[in-house]
């Protein structure tokens, strides 16, 4: 292998790829990036088995050839070095040689011994934004919980369309993003849907290959933004959530900058279940938290409408965070979840059951 490309491009898509590196491996190549030269282009592939990333970068290739190598040390290396250019050649089988003003060699491993990635499979299905509608469901994600369907997004093909679900057994969240194509429902896993988050803002081509016998690890890959993310698909039933969005209610609006100061002020005593409490009083909206311990504290903010319920803290301030310059919160009663729908997307929140 002997290729000569920009260190700019170059240390751009390495820093991209090694995003989908595994950080906790027992095999040294699982900590390695795939290098590969030809077609006019050097190819650079991340893997953690669960995802894996590939990008490319322009290239002058006189001899084809591939290289597993640690990022981190070759990323040090053109981060230090000033050249424009930079020159990857392979030395025997595990050894690349990298010229870019300095010169460094680096040990490596032999490509054959790169795990192996899924190919694109698949009839494109185009997406526009699905970048911003996952940041704004993912916090809902949950978070290794013992239940691997709720670690990641569900997927959903309608027509025009895909629904996109995120949902943790405390709190859910759907949006919709609009699509043009079908592929089977899928759930994506929590790491490729941080790195789509993070690295593919622009439209996206969906690959999902069917399910059959010749899939024997289903996967689902996306395209754009000069990346391709693969990710295994996870297997089993995602949950009927949609038959814990209540209907009806009334509406409470409350001005989010304060109810926010509100929540600072009253997490000074709040309990260990984390609990804290609306009640609305007159024109009021009273938040309050209740410990043992420490006491209690209360404050008033200006709202409209009446409520009565209380809410995990961390969980209400992640809906917060999506909200406009105000929450608008549907009630039904201490006992029904709360509903937020904010530019298209629908936040609800499982009540807590507190002594009043």
């Given at each position: 292998m002997r290729a000569t490309t920009q260190r700019g491009a170059l240390l751009e898509t390495l820093g991209k790829v090694k995003s989908a590196v595994a950080v906790k491996h027992?095999?040294?190549?699982?900590?390695a990036v795939l290098i590969r030269a030809g077609g006019g282009q050097v190819t650079l592939t991340g893997t953690n088995l669960e995802v894996a990333l590939t990008a490319s970068c322009k290239a002058n290739v006189s001899r084809q050839g591939a290289i597993?190598?640690?990022?981190?040390?070759?990323?040090?290396?053109?981060?230090a070095v000033k050249a424009e250019t930079v020159t990857l050649?392979?030395?025997?089988?595990?050894?690349?040689?990298?010229e870019a003003g300095a010169t460094t060699t680096l040990d490596g491993f032999e490509a054959q011994d790169?795990?192996?990635?899924?190919?694109?499979?698949?009839?494109?299905?185009?997406?526009?934004?699905?970048?911003?509608?996952?940041?704004q469901i993912s916090y809902a994600m949950a978070k290794?919980?013992?239940?691997?369907?709720?670690?990641?997004?569900?997927?959903?093909?309608?027509?025009?369309?895909?629904?996109?679900?995120?949902?943790?057994?405390?709190?859910?969240?759907?949006?919709?993003?609009?699509?043009?194509?079908?592929?089977?429902?899928?759930?994506?896993?929590?790491?490729?849907?941080?790195?789509?988050?993070?690295?593919?803002?622009?439209?996206?081509s969906i690959h999902r290959a069917k399910n059959?016998?010749?899939?024997?690890?289903?996967?689902?890959?996306?395209?754009?933004d000069g990346l391709v993310l693969t990710a295994m698909v996870t297997m089993g039933t995602y949950p009927?959530?949609?038959?814990?969005?209540?209907?009806?209610?009334?509406?409470?609006?409350?001005?989010?900058?304060?109810?926010?100061?509100?929540?600072?002020?009253?997490?000074?005593?709040?309990?260990?279940?984390?609990?804290?409490r609306f009640q609305t009083r007159?024109?009021?909206l009273v938040v309050s938290t209740k410990n043992e311990e420490k006491g209690e504290t209360e404050i008033k903010v200006p709202a409209k409408g009446k409520a009565k319920i209380a809410f995990n803290i961390h969980y209400l301030r992640d809906v917060l965070a999506k909200a406009s310059e105000q929450l608008i919160l549907r009630l039904r009663d201490a006992q029904t979840p709360g509903v937020v729908k904010q530019n298209g997307t629908i936040h609800v929140l499982m009540p807590m059951f507190v002594e009043w």
């Amino acid at each position: 292998m002997r290729a000569t490309t920009q260190r700019g491009a170059l240390l751009e898509t390495l820093g991209k790829v090694k995003s989908a590196v595994a950080v906790k491996h027992t095999i040294p190549v699982m900590g390695a990036v795939l290098i590969r030269a030809g077609g006019g282009q050097v190819t650079l592939t991340g893997t953690n088995l669960e995802v894996a990333l590939t990008a490319s970068c322009k290239a002058n290739v006189s001899r084809q050839g591939a290289i597993a190598v640690l990022p981190k040390t070759l990323e040090a290396f053109l981060k230090a070095v000033k050249a424009e250019t930079v020159t990857l050649s392979l030395v025997g089988k595990t050894h690349l040689k990298v010229e870019a003003g300095a010169t460094t060699t680096l040990d490596g491993f032999e490509a054959q011994d790169f795990p192996q990635v899924q190919g694109v499979r698949g009839k494109a299905v185009e997406v526009t934004g699905l970048a911003s509608a996952l940041k704004q469901i993912s916090y809902a994600m949950a978070k290794e919980n013992g239940r691997p369907v709720l670690e990641g997004v569900h997927f959903t093909p309608e027509n025009g369309a895909v629904v996109l679900a995120a949902a943790d057994g405390f709190r859910l969240a759907e949006t919709k993003v609009k699509a043009k194509g079908q592929f089977e429902q899928t759930i994506v896993p929590s790491m490729a849907v941080q790195l789509i988050e993070k690295l593919m803002p622009g439209k996206v081509s969906i690959h999902r290959a069917k399910n059959g016998k010749s899939t024997k690890y289903p996967h689902i890959s996306f395209v754009g933004d000069g990346l391709v993310l693969t990710a295994m698909v996870t297997m089993g039933t995602y949950p009927n959530y949609k038959q814990v969005i209540p209907k009806g209610g009334s509406l409470l609006t409350v001005d989010k900058g304060a109810l926010k100061n509100a929540l600072d002020v009253v997490s000074i005593t709040l309990p260990d279940n984390e609990a804290v409490r609306f009640q609305t009083r007159g024109g009021n909206l009273v938040v309050s938290t209740k410990n043992e311990e420490k006491g209690e504290t209360e404050i008033k903010v200006p709202a409209k409408g009446k409520a009565k319920i209380a809410f995990n803290i961390h969980y209400l301030r992640d809906v917060l965070a999506k909200a406009s310059e105000q929450l608008i919160l549907r009630l039904r009663d201490a006992q029904t979840p709360g509903v937020v729908k904010q530019n298209g997307t629908i936040h609800v929140l499982m009540p807590m059951f507190v002594e009043w």
